[in-house]
T-cell receptor, first 113, second 115 residues
Framework: DAMVIQNPRYQVTQFGKPVTLSCSQT?????MYWYQQKSSQAPKLLFH???????NEADTPDNFQSRRPNTSFCFLDIRSPGLGDAAMYLC????????????FGPGTRLTVT | AQTVTQSQPEMSVQEAETVTLSCTYD???????LFWYKQPPSRQMILVIR??????QNATENRFSVNFQKAAKSFSLKISDSQLGDAAMYFC????????????FGTGTSLTVIP
């Protein structure tokens, strides 16, 4: 089945230690998104790619970076995680037209110690 | 930016009963798409139903249906014959053809199904 895969599902990192979360998709979608979701809240968009075009949200901290080396893969790098960055990180994909819905991965739960 | 409002943080329903979740949005556009997503406790978000703004007919997917009132900018979700597996967070979302690829989410409604 076509899907969005996130690895790892659970990640523990130390305060200030860089961490990378990965996302892959078999849907061949142009658009890939990274969201941060804290408990019982709506997902907060960090950034998204349309093909290789990177779109950063204005309020996304500089501590968060992303890479998309090809259509299938996208990475979220947190350069110096703080305790406030502990959250669920959701990857999603979508087709280019506004009629397309988003397909979400299962998420990576990040714990910062 | 478009605003999506879900005014019910929590709702509960008895198993087999019907429940309606509310969603309103603010836009000046005439063409757009609306979605309801479900996020069960396992956390994977899945699409429940989609509505195209240009369609007057309300979308229906099995036990799930919407009441789309374009003039009122309202997009409520009705769940009929509620089942225990319907317990989840429900998010309403808006996508515009004019603002790129961004989805605007409401704050969510937590639905509890009582056996």
């Amino acid at each position: 089945d076509a899907m969005v895969i996130q690895n790892p599902r659970y990640q523990v990192t130390q305060f200030g230690k860089p961490v990378t979360l990965s996302c892959s998709q078999t849907l061949n979608h142009n658009v890939m998104y990274w969201y941060q979701q804290k408990s019982s809240q709506a997902p907060k968009l960090l950034f998204h790619y349309y093909d290789k075009d990177f779109n950063n949200e204005a309020d996304t901290p500089d501590n968060f970076q992303s890479r998309r080396p090809n259509t299938s893969f996208c990475f979220l790098d947190i350069r110096s995680p703080g305790l406030g960055d502990a959250a669920m990180y959701l990857c999603a994909t979508s087709g280019p037209r506004s009629s397309y819905e988003q397909y979400f991965g299962p998420g990576t739960r990040l714990t910062v110690t | 930016a478009q605003t999506v409002t879900q005014s019910q943080p929590e709702m509960s329903v008895q198993e087999a009963e019907t429940v309606t979740l509310s969603c309103t949005y603010d836009t000046s556009e005439s063409d757009y798409y609306l979605f309801w997503y479900k996020q069960p406790p396992s956390r994977q978000m899945i699409l429940v139903i989609r509505q195209e703004a240009y369609k007057q007919q309300n979308a229906t997917e099995n036990r799930f249906s919407v009441n789309f009132q374009k003039a009122a900018k309202s997009f409520s979700l009705k769940i009929s014959d509620s089942q225990l597996g319907d317990a989840a967070m429900y998010f309403c979302a808006y996508r515009s053809p004019n603002t790129g690829n961004q989805f605007y989410f409401g704050t969510g409604t937590s639905l509890t199904v009582i056996p």
